[in-house]
């Protein structure tokens, strides 16, 4: 196949679409960029980037209340002092939106810049190789036929909605939903303790509202390592968080000038509203996709290998909608992965086991690699070792007290096979680790490597120095 003809025709503008769009184009090809809602999709519109600037907000409000652990206390133009930051959620919400819209202008441009034609709409397979698009703004109905070589769908995923608790976008609300709030919740009831959920609780909690976090297991972040769940569960609860294990929703529903959240042992939990952060389910349906023999789970995620292909010859997914790794850049590395084996390019497939993921608590969590989870179960032989921030000098300095470093090493080899960052900006922590996962450096390569004192990164190094292995 050619690549400077080959005709590609992607559903869906979010990470893994727009990303695969630029290859695709560089790669010679023809570019189609099927899409609904904006470029970035619900990553940069609705998701990621807007709950990361809430986040960030609250982080920013945290800051206030370590000053004077720091020696700084602020004082008002009357020279009183202010104990409190006050969040204006309605001011903070137009400033989320106002730069997610700016992402997406942003990727626009570039997608534009290199040729790739936009066409605002709704896509569904007819074939393998054509595409109808219901063109968005058009009363008539009319619809547009594009044809293709090559198809990405990259269609993403919507948040889970259930019968017994169905969102009204007023005080019943799915984290795509909370930006058009304009006041603060009096009291805001979470309900799930997953990745969202237990960011968005503590953003909110941050940001002073009231809190109760609804979890149906053990502890929050339940799919975690076990060691930095407890940490993060401490710190909710230290900060005034009310946090409710083993409890299963029932169901949510309004009352009044609020919300009753009932769970399954007949307790109700009331608040001002209610947070469902209860998962996703992948937006497959009504593409055409079982009609054209795509595969699908029987969760409706789009089965692909480790290149991103799906059941039908030329026709590739990435995202959200395949259900590997609920991730943006794992959804971007799909979708670009995708468009260099369809058009000839070099490339190597998707490695899921160098995939490192943050976690936007408060302190974040990051994590590469093996999980300590592997190690108890006994999949995987490993030396660990854990070093508490409390011990580094630059944590003393910046007031950190809570955070770790662990790091998983390979028997006999001494290689580095998985790490976890409990810490501030653990999303940066984490690359130094995630370097050594991917080129299979081994502890010692790590220990004799320079870092700067003081450093946070001074305790990844020092947990490498005690993993060292002398002989007998």
Same mark, same amino acid.
């Given at each position: 196949m050619n690549a400077r003809t080959t005709r590609v025709v992607i559903l869906g503008g979010g990470p893994g679409g727009y990303e695969a769009a630029l290859v695709a184009a560089h790669l010679g090809g023809e570019v189609t960029i099927v899409d609904r809602d904006?470029?970035?999709?619900?990553?940069?519109?609705?998701?990621?980037?807007?709950?990361?600037? %809430?986040?960030?907000?609250?982080? #920013?409000?945290?800051?206030?209340?370590?000053?004077?652990?720091?020696g700084v206390h602020l004082e008002d133009p009357e020279g009183d002092e202010v104990s409190d930051a006050v969040a204006e959620l309605g001011e903070v919400n137009v400033r989320?939106?106002? %730069?997610?819209?700016?992402?997406? $202008?942003?990727?626009?441009?570039?997608?534009?810049?290199?040729?790739? @034609?936009?066409?605002?709409?709704?896509? @569904?397979?007819?074939?393998?190789?054509?595409v109808e698009v219901a063109v968005e703004g058009d009363d008539s109905g009319a619809t547009e036929t594009v044809d293709a070589d090559v198809v990405l769908i990259a269609t993403g995923a919507t948040p889970r909605v259930m019968d017994t608790a169905q969102p009204d976008g007023e005080r019943i609300l799915t984290w795509q939903q909370i930006y058009e709030l304009d006041a603060l919740p009096e009291r805001l009831v979470v309900v799930g303790s997953g990745v969202t959920g237990a960011e968005l609780a503590q953003a909110y909690l941050g940001l002073g509202s009231e809190v109760v976090l609804v979890s149906s297991r053990d502890r929050v972040l339940p799919g975690e390592d076990p060691d930095a769940a407890t940490v993060i569960e401490d710190v909710f609860t230290r900060r005034g968080?009310?946090?409710?294990?083993?409890?299963?929703?029932?169901?949510?529903? @309004?009352?009044?000038?609020?919300?009753?959240?009932?769970?399954?042992?007949? $307790?109700?939990v009331e608040g001002s509203h209610a947070l469902l952060a209860v998962g996703s389910v992948p937006q497959t349906a009504g593409l055409g996709l079982e009609e054209v023999g795509v595969e699908l789970s029987?969760?409706?995620?789009?089965?692909?290998?480790?290149?991103? @292909?799906?059941?039908?010859?030329?026709? #590739?997914?990435?995202?959200?909608?395949?259900?590997v790794l609920p991730l943006a850049s794992v959804a971007a590395m799909q979708g670009r992965i995708a468009m260099s084996h369809a058009l000839g390019d070099a490339v190597a497939p998707l490695r899921l086991g160098d995939v490192s993921a943050n976690i936007f608590t408060d302190p974040e969590i990051a994590t590469v690699g093996i999980s300590q989870k592997a190690l108890d179960e006994g999949t995987v032989d490993a030396d660990v070792v854990m070093m508490?921030?409390?011990?580094?000098?630059?944590?003393?300095?910046?007031?950190?007290?809570?955070?770790?470093?662990?790091?998983f090493a390979q028997k006999g080899s001494g290689a580095v096979i998985?790490?976890?960052?409990?810490?501030?900006?653990?999303?940066?922590?984490?690359?130094?680790?995630? %370097?050594?996962?991917?080129?299979?450096?081994?502890?010692?390569?790590v220990a004799s490597t320079f870092t700067v004192y003081p450093s946070l990164t001074g305790s990844i190094a020092e947990a490498a120095r005690r993993l060292h292995t002398t002989a007998p």
């Open positions: 904006g470029l970035g999709g619900a990553a940069v519109l609705t998701d990621c980037v807007p709950s990361k600037a %809430l986040i960030s907000t609250a982080d #920013y409000m945290s800051e206030f209340e370590t000053a004077a652990d720091l989320v939106k106002d %730069l997610a819209a700016a992402q997406s $202008r942003d990727i626009t441009d570039r997608v534009e810049e290199v040729g790739v @034609r936009i066409v605002r709409g709704t896509g @569904r397979l007819v074939s393998a190789t054509r968080m009310e946090v409710l294990g083993r409890s299963r929703m029932a169901g949510v529903e @309004r009352r009044g000038d609020g919300v009753v959240v009932r769970l399954e042992d007949g $307790r109700e029987p969760s409706g995620h789009i089965a692909v290998d480790r290149v991103s @292909r799906t059941s039908v010859r030329g026709v #590739y997914a990435a995202g959200d909608c395949t259900g508490p921030l409390s011990r580094n000098p630059r944590a003393k300095m910046m007031g950190i007290t809570d955070g770790f470093v662990k790091l998985g790490g976890v960052v409990v810490a501030p900006r653990a999303s940066e922590l984490i690359f130094p680790v995630t %370097l050594a996962v991917h080129h299979r450096l081994n502890v010692d390569q």
